[in-house]
């Protein structure tokens, strides 16, 4: 998801270092190793004030202060609150919200639900509101600059019910999908490209409702840190777009595969991922392979956009110590309206990140990654949860 979150309060912990000093009747290596776990006493303690997670209870709640930066937004500040609910199965269930600000005038507001009632009913959706000044980068797979600047407002919900099929792995059910989406005070920075552009960003400031059907295979043994096991996950959408009439103006398909391998206490992880479209399909609706979840070097996911979107990474995820792991990544992916041309000049990613979980038996993680890919682009993000 989009909510990128720095555990501030880490900071006063490592402050602890100087404060403590060196113990002069120690080794060297004693001293650290002490001067450690002071600072780690420390941690916990403080995240003990913003933390409810008994041993008795099936509920875990935390209340994090929110800071990060990222192209698109600059720097944001906020409050993201947690609760994860112990669940009868290796399935947990978890509720994330996040309320931002940031320094380009941006305001953002999220709610991400993960939920398993039951072991036979899942229910899956996300709901987005933003308003930030924006960039458009028009179409293509080059490198791009930015061509014009717009106040961008969307609101968007996906909830989905998924039902599983027998003593199987195999889950189905419906999807609704909503996106509102009005760009406005547009400013192309070349003005022969100023009504050419307007007439782009007019026709999809829309509000589009979508329904579809989603099916999902899932032998993970974790579904917030997977260990083994894998993932796959098909969704078929037929939206209604508010500047037209009638069912079907377009259609949207997303697959995504996922695998998961356990090597000693670390882990690698690989995913495929395809998208597509056809129709009148609205800028913000069209495929793409930027973004948080898949080209961490992509760092505004409306970049590269096309008919066709493809993506695959590798991640050799490992715990460090404490609360702490670490990655490693890369992928590559394209975007393109021409099924042809769908493998000449793909984007390539390299990147690493550093992982903090965010209750001590849990396996949600705060993540900080840096990506750089092939094509010029970088980007910094701070999430909650996998990318995959």
């Excluded at 933003?130 to 458009?136: A, G, N, Q, T, V």
């Excluded at 590269?304 to 792991?325: C, H, N």
């Amino acid at each position: 998801m989009k909510i990128r979150i720095i555990i501030t309060t880490l900071l006063c912990a490592l402050m602890l270092i100087e404060a403590q000093g060196r113990d002069v009747y120690s080794s060297p290596a004693d001293s650290t190793h002490n001067a450690l776990e002071r600072v780690i006493g420390l941690a916990e303690k403080v995240l003990d004030l913003v933390t409810y997670n008994p041993d008795s209870s099936r509920y875990s709640f935390a209340l994090y202060p929110a800071a990060s930066y990222g192209h698109r937004t600059g720097l944001e500040v906020g409050l993201m609150p947690i609760m994860q609910v112990k669940s009868l199965t290796h399935r947990q269930s978890s509720i994330v919200m996040g309320l931002l600000v940031s320094t380009k005038k941006m305001w953002e507001v999220q709610l991400d639900m993960d939920l398993y009632p039951t072991d036979n009913i899942s229910l899956a959706g996300k709901v987005e509101w933003m308003r930030l000044p924006d960039e458009f980068y028009l179409f293509g797979n080059k490198k791009k600059k930015v061509e014009a600047e717009m106040l961008t407002r969307t609101l968007s919900a996906n909830p989905a019910m998924l039902v599983r099929l027998g003593e199987s792995n195999w889950e189905v059910g419906p999807t609704l999908r909503y996106y509102y989406a009005s760009y406005t005070d547009i400013e192309a920075r070349d003005e022969m490209l100023q009504t050419y552009i307007e007439k782009i960003l007019h026709d999809s400031s829309c509000t589009s409702f979508g329904i579809g059907l989603r099916l999902r295979r899932d032998t993970r043994d974790n579904n917030d840190w997977p260990r083994s096991g894998s993932l796959f996950d098909y969704e078929i959408d037929g939206w209604n777009n508010s500047n037209y009439s009638g069912w079907g103006d377009f259609v949207t398909m997303t697959a995504d595969y996922r695998k998961y391998i356990s090597i000693k206490k670390s882990v690698l992880a690989a995913q495929a991922y395809l998208s597509t479209a056809s129709g009148d399909t609205p800028i913000h609706l069209l495929p793409t392979f930027g973004g948080t979840r898949l080209d961490r070097a992509v760092g505004h996911n409306l970049k590269y956009l096309g008919d066709i979107a493809w993506f695959t990474q590798v991640e050799w995820r490992m715990p460090l110590f404490w609360r702490l792991g670490a990655t490693v990544f890369t992928g590559v992916g394209k975007a393109t309206d021409k099924a042809k041309d769908v493998l000449q000049d793909a984007h390539g990613v390299v990147g690493a990140g550093l992982r903090f979980k965010v209750f001590p038996k849990s396996g949600m993680n705060i993540r900080l990654d840096y990506g750089r890919g092939t094509h010029g682009d970088h980007g910094f993000y701070l999430n909650v949860k996998e990318g995959f």
